[in-house]
Every structure is written in structure tokens, then in C-alpha cells.
């Protein structure tokens, strides 16, 4: 199941229907903020983006589904691997992966310090 569904408007893109890539980062950020709480069970703040890859453009219109994976637990942190696909010409059914991106968060108490991610028995 993707963690975000998602179509680009054209606000989010150039005089030429190519949707900005900061865009694209700030909905990858949400998307893999969402395993990450659950996983953390609370609030995270995002500490590092390790890796993105633009493989193909992203255009108004298309359908973008975002899928987000726990890579990695720490003691405070979380890793998150995101992928991204843009389903284009819904009548035909053509999907594209336009985008993979990793992602650490940190796990942060009420002062938004980092605090410790329970074990998966305590949730």
C-alpha cells in the first residue's frame, strides 16, 4: 500500500508542466515520515536525506504513489527508503518509477529532543 497518493497541480510545476523537484522532495519527506512515527511511535524530525534519485520527470497530471520502507532502526533514529511512481495515460495503465530516495529521521520527545525508539514489543 503506498504511504501517499498524490497529483501534481500545476502550482507545483514550470511554465512548462515539469513538476519542481523541491516539490517532489517535500511529498517523499511526508511520505516517509509516516512509517517512521509508527515505527517510533511519536513525533520525528527529519535529520539527513541520504540519498535521491530523480530517474524520470514528473509532469501535471500524473498519479504519484510514494512507498515507504523501514530500512533501518537505531536507538534514537530511523531510516526510510521511498519510492515513487507516477502512473501516466491512466487508460493505458502506464507506470513509471520516477523517483527512490533515503531518508533518517530522529525520534523526539515533547522538546523535541531525541529519545529513544521503543522495541517492536512495546508497541
Do not use: A, D, E, K
Given at each position: 500500500?503506498?504511504?501517499l497518493r498524490v497529483m501534481p497541480m500545476p502550482a507545483d510545476a514550470n511554465i512548462h508542466g515539469d513538476v519542481f523537484g523541491g516539490?517532489?522532495?517535500s511529498q517523499v519527506d511526508i511520505a516517509g515520515a509516516i512509517p517512521a512515527a509508527r515505527r517510533s511511535n511519536?513525533?520525528?524530525a527529519t535529520i539527513a536525506v541520504n540519498s535521491f534519485l530523480f530517474k524520470h520527470?514528473?509532469?501535471v497530471g500524473d498519479l504519484l504513489s510514494f512507498y515507504a520502507d523501514v530500512v533501518k532502526v537505531g536507538r534514537t533514529s530511523i531510516t526510510i527508503y521511498v519510492e515513487v511512481y507516477a502512473e501516466r495515460n491512466r487508460l493505458e495503465a502506464d507506470t513509471v518509477k520516477v523517483t527512490e530516495a533515503t531518508?533518517?529521521?530522529?525520534a523526539t520527545d515533547e522538546n523535541r529532543k531525541p529519545r529513544v525508539i521503543p522495541p517492536l514489543s512495546e508497541l
Open positions: 500500500m503506498p504511504q516539490w517532489i522532495m511519536g513525533r520525528v520527470p514528473v509532469f531518508l533518517t529521521y530522529v
